[in-house]
């Protein structure tokens, strides 16, 4: 890691440090079929069944920092609660796929260390609202999921975005925050989309 990195602020240290694990999460084959509106349906449920997984988990470690640390709810507003809008959609208990189920565990583990590590996962999953905006484009040309209750998922703030995001970015960025902490949140955002992309790959060889 460069000075010029290590002395940026926390959300451009994120960004930079997440770039390539960005662009390949970008190119599977899963995502590449949802950017298109060409996923199927089961394929559609199952991914977001697992990524719901990964919120509620998020969601649920946010809670006990911000338990200890109230300067953090900020970042995690009633309408962030994205694990909520998954679960309305599938009501029924998600598959246990085992890729995911090792994401929750490594990230069990990192938060026993470093609670605030989990900011970067939820940088990672909160960050991808803005790659839903051109998602859900996409996904308005396919046909056999018009009406899907999980579509709501993907425009939770609809033209609020690009603000929403720029205020998350600026609370993050103005958190009190170790070296030893920050380190840990740029880790686990690497991690994370790592965690992901082997979760898109996990899903879609069962539907091949």
């Not at 994120?14 to 060409?38: D, F, N, W, Y």
């Not at 880790?187 to 069962?206: E, G, H, M, N, P």
């Amino acid at each position: 890691m460069t000075t010029a990195i290590a002395t940026a602020p926390l959300s451009a240290r994120l960004k930079e440090s997440s770039a390539e694990a960005h662009r390949t999460i970008e190119q599977r084959p899963l995502q590449q079929q949802l950017a298109k509106g060409v996923i199927a349906e089961p394929t559609f449920s199952a991914y977001l069944q697992q990524v719901g997984r990964m919120h509620d988990a998020i969601e649920t470690h946010l809670d006990r920092l911000i338990a200890t640390r109230p300067e953090i709810a900020p970042l995690l507003g009633d309408d962030m609660r994205h694990s909520t809008r998954l679960s309305e959609a599938f009501p029924q208990p998600p598959a246990n796929v085992v890729a995911t189920t090792d994401a929750l565990r490594c990230l069990e583990r990192i938060c026993d260390t470093t609670p605030a590590a989990i900011l970067g996962a939820h940088y990672v999953l909160e960050g991808s609202m803005n790659g839903n905006r051109f998602i859900i484009r996409g996904l308005a040309h396919a046909p056999h999921l018009a009406g899907h209750p999980a579509l709501a998922y993907f425009t939770p703030y609809g033209d609020e975005q690009p603000a929403r995001w720029a205020a998350f970015k600026t609370c993050l960025d103005g958190l009190s925050l170790t070296d030893t902490e920050a380190d840990a949140i740029v880790r686990t955002a690497w991690q994370v989309f790592d965690d992901l992309t082997r979760i898109s790959d996990a899903v879609a060889a069962r539907f091949e």
